[in-house]
Each structure stands twice: as structure tokens, then as C-alpha cells.
């Protein structure tokens, strides 16, 4: 396997060294990226030391590396996890046949396609998220913060290396186009709706740390299975950094909620509001939200491109290997929900045509073991309602639903029956200013918000109390 190289301008493993015209191609864009970064990545802290964890390397033991940089100085790197010799493609048409080193010309508009969409989230949250520095709950939040973002520019780095290795002229144009598409900007957005909208507050950025990214989880994990095999192993590393942005999400809407279990047993009330606390039916109501635009970031539940890239070796299933049937998918059928006047039936289609649908039925799967966890909690403080996942209807913009009222229990209703619920559904406008209102930034160690439990332990070993951020 190629060696690392650590001290490259950019570090890498793909021997950069050996083919100088991509070097100096990546080289071009990576002020381009910092640039980037520093106008539209974290609005302030951008010259404190923030104890950060960068990837170093691809092997088991010892792949990262913790230590206080500034951000502007950290190194964003490329690695792809190691080869599998003789790896073969594991489902469609090409099942059986040797994994692809180079992308083939049938599939190359599609191919870029997939990684163009893939990339684009990255820089996207780091927009998104870019003004929560200023109200960070603790120190300790503060560099998760910082980490996520860090980690989601890499992110956009693995994605970029592709375009620039892989796909030529076109590739490079669109790597610079990743630079110029804004969230939420009228004129030249994100591709994705979801990573469009700010994120206003800490609630929220745990709501999406454990909703949305553990959707870019089950699309880095479908891409992982691509016949492409340098696609395969770049988002069989990614994904090992994913899995902190979910474990920031996890633990920091538990650390709300427990909180919240706080504040009602000390005042004895259901009402923490005055208590300077998140009612538990607020979080219910952010939770509805952030779980229904993640749902829709999966797709239709029938999808022609789907198929497509299934049947072509592109995009597998999650855990595409472990699954005991044929991998081609065109004999066997499944249902799917179908929303019609009448009420909320299924239809069957074909297991090539719902691959969305499966893709999203495993999110969901994925999503109920946190609630099972936070449940736990409320269930051992004595409280008896639990935290539920929506119906997947509610509130839903694409597919089956989009043109359908479902209740969060799935019943269709009117549209004056929505109106009647909305707030009670999803966060209404006080619900936000109340939270909104709870956001002060807090940065003495150790120290947490009013509203926010503190965690059970620090990062890397370190105490809660750790200068993470050193101001
Ligand atoms: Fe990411
Ligand atoms: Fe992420």
C-alpha cells in the first residue's frame, strides 16, 4: 500500500508526490479552500488553539492525532482506507466482475454526479453552522463544534481529490464550483433543500448532528459498496469520522434531555421554561422536524436513477454484503407507502425500483436506537411519556407525501386540521425564541449552559474541565 505522506503541503496516501500535475492542480485550489474557510467557515475563534483531532492515517490503531492548532492551520488531508486485494463489484449488473481503478466512460456522467452531490453537503453544514461559535453551551461543545467542522471540510477535500483525479476538466470546474454554491444563497444555493436553512441554535445542531448527518452515514455507506473502488475506500474512511458527528448529536440531545429530567424534579413541574430549561415537547417538536427534512433527503420511494445506479455497480445498499439475496434486485418486489385521498395504503414495485425506500427504512432503524437511549433516561426519572419518531408522512416534501397533511401518529388530515396542529407538531415561533433566547455563550472550563446537561467525559481521555478552546 502507498505510505503515508504527513508532511506534504497536503497530507495525503495516494501518492501525490508521484503524478505532479494533479499535485499542482490541488495545490491551486488549496487557497482557494482556505479562503473559503476563512470567510465562510466559523465566524470567530479562528485564531485560538481548539483541541482538535486530525486523520493521520488509515490503519486500525492510531489513525488520528490530538493536539490544540488554529484552524486556519490544520491539516486537511487526503486518505483513502486501504485497498482489498482482489475485491470484486458485490451487486447489479457487473456482480462478480473485478472492482474498477478508473472510472468507466458509460458511467462517468453519473458517477460525478453522485460525488458532486456527496461533496456539496460538506462545505454546506460548515456554512450552516458557522455562527453557533458565538453561543456555545461550554468549551467542551465549542471543539465538538469546531471538530465537525474541521472533519466536513476533509470531507469536501476526499471528494475534491476525486473530481481532480478522476474527472478531468469537468472534475476541476465542478471542485471550484464547490467553493461558489452558498447555503441558503437565492442565487446560487446548495443542491440539497435541507442544507439550505441555518442552523440557529444548539438544539438544532444536535437535531442535525443526529438526524442529518446520520443520513450523509447511510449515503456514505451505500457509496462505500460503489464498483469505483477509490470512491469505495475514500467513504470507507469518512465514515469513521462520521460516526463522532453522530456521537455529538446522540449525547448532546441526551444531555438536553437530561437537563430537562433536571430541572422538573427540582421544581416539580412539567413546565421548565420559567426554569430556564427545554420542555420535553419542545424537543419532541425539533426532533419532528429535523427527522422529517432528513427523511426527505433519501428521496422518492421509487427512483429510476436509483435503480440505475444500482443495476450499474455505483451505489449499493447499507451493508450491501451482509444481505442474503441475489444483489440484482429485478425479480423480487417490495411495498412501499403510497398517500392517496383515501388514506395512507402501499403498492408493491420492484426491489431495484424502492432502493430509496430501503435506504431509508435502515435510517430509520438507525434513528430509534437514540430515542431508545434518551427513553431510558425519561423512563428512569419517573417521567411515562417517552420521545416517539413521526410517521413517516409528516410533514414530508418529496415522494408519496408531499402533497398530503399527515398527522405525527399517520392519519391524513385537512389542511385546517394542520393549521389547527402545526405548532403543537412542529417548533412554532415562540418555541424557537424561547430556545433562541436560552443561547449564551459559556467559556469557563467545565461549565455548562443552564439548559444543557454536562457530559459523562471528555474528549480523548481528557477531563470535562480541559481547556478544549484556549481563549
Ligand atoms: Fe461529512
Ligand atoms: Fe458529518
Not at 485550489?29 to 486530525?54: C, D, H, M, S, Y
Not at 412539567?270 to 426527505?296: A, E, M, R, T, W
Not at 399517520?410 to 415561533?429: F, H, K, M, Q, Y
Amino acid at each position: 500500500m502507498v505510505a503515508v505522506d504527513i508532511d506534504a503541503k497536503i497530507p495525503n496516501n495516494v501518492d501525490l508526490a508521484g503524478d505532479r500535475r494533479l499535485q499542482r492542480a490541488l495545490e491551486g485550489w488549496q487557497p482557494k479552500f482556505i479562503r473559503w474557510w476563512e470567510e465562510l467557515g466559523p465566524v470567530a475563534f479562528q485564531r485560538n488553539p481548539v483541541f482538535l483531532r486530525t486523520a493521520i492515517d488509515v490503519g486500525r490503531q492510531g489513525w488520528a492525532n490530538f493536539d490544540h492548532v488554529e484552524m486556519p492551520d490544520y491539516r486537511w488531508g487526503i486518505f483513502l482506507a486501504e485497498q482489498e486485494q482482489d475485491r470484486t463489484i458485490a451487486f447489479g449488473d457487473h456482480k462478480g466482475e473485478d472492482v474498477w481503478q478508473e472510472v468507466p466512460g458509460e458511467y462517468r456522467a453519473d458517477l460525478q454526479r453522485l460525488i458532486v452531490v456527496q461533496g456539496d453537503t460538506e462545505p454546506a453544514s460548515v456554512e450552516q453552522q458557522r455562527h453557533l461559535c458565538l453561543t456555545a453551551p461550554s468549551l467542551y461543545d465549542l471543539r465538538n463544534l469546531f471538530q465537525v467542522n474541521v472533519e466536513e471540510g476533509r470531507h469536501l477535500w476526499a471528494m475534491v481529490y476525486l473530481l481532480h483525479r478522476y474527472f478531468g476538466r469537468a472534475g476541476r470546474d465542478e471542485a471550484d464550483e464547490m467553493l461558489e454554491r452558498h447555503s441558503g444563497d437565492a442565487d446560487n444555493p446548495r443542491i440539497l433543500g435541507a442544507f439550505n436553512e441555518e442552523t440557529p441554535d444548539w438544539l438544532s445542531f444536535f437535531m442535525f448532528t443526529y438526524f442529518t448527518d446520520r443520513d450523509g452515514k447511510y449515503q456514505l455507506a451505500s457509496l462505500r459498496e460503489s464498483a469505483f473502488d477509490p470512491l469505495s475506500r475514500t467513504c470507507d474512511f469518512m465514515l469513521k469520522e462520521e460516526a463522532h458527528h453522530m456521537f455529538v448529536g446522540a449525547t448532546g440531545v441526551g444531555r438536553v434531555v437530561q437537563r430537562t429530567l433536571e430541572l422538573m424534579a427540582e421544581h416539580d413541574t412539567d413546565d421548565v421554561h420559567p426554569h430556564g430549561g427545554i420542555n420535553l415537547d419542545v424537543i419532541q417538536k425539533y426532533l419532528n422536524f429535523h427527522y422529517s427534512v432528513s427523511l426527505d433527503l433519501f428521496g422518492a420511494e421509487t427512483s429510476t436513477n436509483a435503480a440505475n445506479y444500482f443495476a450499474a455497480g455505483l451505489k449499493g445498499r447499507f451493508q450491501e454484503e451482509r444481505r442474503d439475496d441475489d444483489h440484482v434486485l429485478k425479480d423480487s418486489t417490495r411495498l412501499v407507502p403510497e398517500a392517496t385521498a383515501d388514506g395512507i395504503g402501499s403498492r408493491e414495485v420492484t426491489q431495484l425500483a424502492a432502493l430509496n425506500e430501503t435506504l431509508r427504512e435502515d435510517y430509520t432503524e438507525d434513528c430509534r436506537k437514540g430515542l431508545d437511549r434518551w427513553n431510558r433516561t425519561i423512563a428512569e426519572a419517573g417521567s411515562d411519556v417517552g420521545l416517539t419518531l413521526p410517521h413517516i408522512g409528516f410533514n414530508r416534501n418529496v415522494g408519496t407525501f408531499r402533497d398530503h397533511h399527515v398527522s405525527p401518529d399517520g392519519r391524513i388530515v385537512d389542511e385546517a386540521t394542520w393549521a389547527d396542529n402545526v405548532d403543537a407538531w412542529l417548533p412554532s415561533e415562540d418555541d424557537r425564541a424561547h430556545v433562541i433566547s436560552l443561547q449564551a455563550r459559556v467559556t469557563e472550563p467545565g461549565k455548562m449552559a443552564g439548559w444543557l446537561g454536562a457530559p459523562a467525559q471528555g474528549i480523548n481521555r481528557k477531563p470535562v474541565d480541559y481547556d478544549y478552546v484556549r481563549l
